[in-house]
């Protein structure tokens, strides 16, 4: 009883975990948390980097208290003042101690510094990826969001009965134009054998007055016969009854 109870608690909690965990805001803010360690990155490089100033200035002074010794010393010898040459030499020591202290700690630091600058460059090659996965993951999440609705709308649209009526209304549309073709093309023949008709009966009729002329002229129809067959075309030549009577 108590195992199937805590299965229970757990479900429901992990539930709600689930239904809190967001993909999208948890990259936006996994974003955001890697952006704000690079200012406590630079603060760190920062202050590495004034230490490593400080130490080359104390290198610095160091090397100019052992080059001021070492002056005095060998003017104290020169001199002849050995007591107090001695004691020169006592600070020089201590002055070339500190020095090489100085320049181990500062060897140190460098070296410190240099990782944290390769750790930098590390961490803002490797936030730079992560980013552009967290964005190109956001995108496809987004276009697919938008998919999803636009394919709700196309199963509305077919569910709708609105590609039935689109394809029936399309189809009558079509044969109505295609009836008009038709009968515009019926037309237009119509006319055209009208024409050809007209053209026809006015060959027979030049035809018939060619004919009736070639008989006139071989004597075998009468003027008043010609005559009735129609006037000759202007240009054409007709035979009177004197060159009949020649030929």
Same mark, same amino acid.
Request: net charge neutral.
């Given at each position: 009883? %108590?195992? /199937?109870? @805590?299965?229970?608690? $757990?479900? %429901?909690? #992990?539930?709600?975990?689930?239904?809190?965990?967001?993909? &999208?805001?948890?990259?936006?803010?996994?974003? $955001?948390?890697?952006?704000?360690?690079?200012?406590?990155?630079?603060?760190?490089?920062?202050?590495?980097?004034?230490?490593?100033?400080?130490?080359? !200035?104390?290198?610095? !002074?160091?090397?100019?208290?052992?080059?001021?010794?070492?002056?005095?010393?060998?003017?104290?010898?020169?001199?002849?003042?050995?007591?107090?040459?001695?004691?020169?030499?006592? /600070?020089? &020591?201590?002055?070339?101690?500190?020095?090489? /202290?100085?320049?181990?700690?500062?060897?140190?630091?460098?070296? #410190?510094?240099?990782?944290?600058?390769?750790?930098?460059? /590390?961490?803002?090659?490797?936030?730079?990826?992560? =980013?552009?996965?967290?964005?190109?993951?956001?995108?496809?999440?987004?276009?697919?969001? @938008?998919?999803?609705?636009?394919?709700?709308?196309?199963?509305? %649209?077919?569910?709708?009965?609105?590609? =039935?009526?689109?394809?029936?209304?399309?189809?009558?549309?079509? #044969?109505?134009?295609?009836?008009?073709?038709?009968?515009?093309?019926?037309?237009?023949? =119509?006319?055209?054998?009208?024409?050809?008709?007209?053209?026809?009966?006015?060959?027979?009729?030049?035809?018939? *007055?060619?004919?009736?002329?070639?008989?006139?002229?071989? #004597?075998?129809?009468?003027?008043?016969?010609?005559?009735?067959?129609?006037?000759?075309?202007?240009?054409?030549? =007709?035979?009177?009854?004197?060159?009949? *009577?020649?030929?």
């Amino acid at each position: 009883m %108590f195992t /199937r109870l @805590w299965r229970a608690i $757990r479900s %429901f909690f #992990g539930a709600l975990v689930g239904a809190a965990e967001d993909p &999208k805001l948890i990259l936006e803010q996994n974003i $955001r948390d890697m952006q704000d360690k690079v200012p406590e990155i630079n603060t760190g490089l920062a202050k590495a980097r004034a230490g490593i100033i400080r130490l080359e !200035e104390e290198a610095a !002074e160091y090397e100019k208290q052992v080059k001021g010794l070492t002056g005095k010393i060998k003017a104290c010898l020169a001199s002849g003042e050995e007591k107090l040459a001695a004691d020169f030499a006592v /600070r020089l &020591k201590t002055a070339q101690e500190a020095l090489a /202290r100085n320049q181990e700690q500062h060897r140190g630091a460098k070296a #410190g510094y240099d990782s944290l600058v390769k750790l930098k460059e /590390r961490y803002m090659s490797e936030m730079k990826r992560k =980013t552009e996965e967290a964005m190109l993951a956001i995108r496809e999440a987004d276009a697919s969001k @938008w998919k999803t609705e636009l394919a709700g709308v196309f199963e509305k %649209f077919e569910v709708g009965g609105v590609d =039935t009526t689109h394809d029936e209304m399309l189809q009558k549309l079509k #044969g109505k134009s295609a009836e008009a073709q038709g009968k515009l093309a019926m037309a237009a023949e =119509t006319i055209h054998m009208k024409d050809i008709d007209m053209e026809e009966k006015a060959r027979e009729m030049e035809g018939r *007055a060619l004919l009736d002329q070639f008989k006139l002229e071989m #004597g075998l129809a009468t003027p008043a016969a010609a005559e009735s067959a129609g006037p000759a075309k202007e240009g054409e030549k =007709t035979i009177g009854p004197a060159e009949r *009577a020649k030929g």
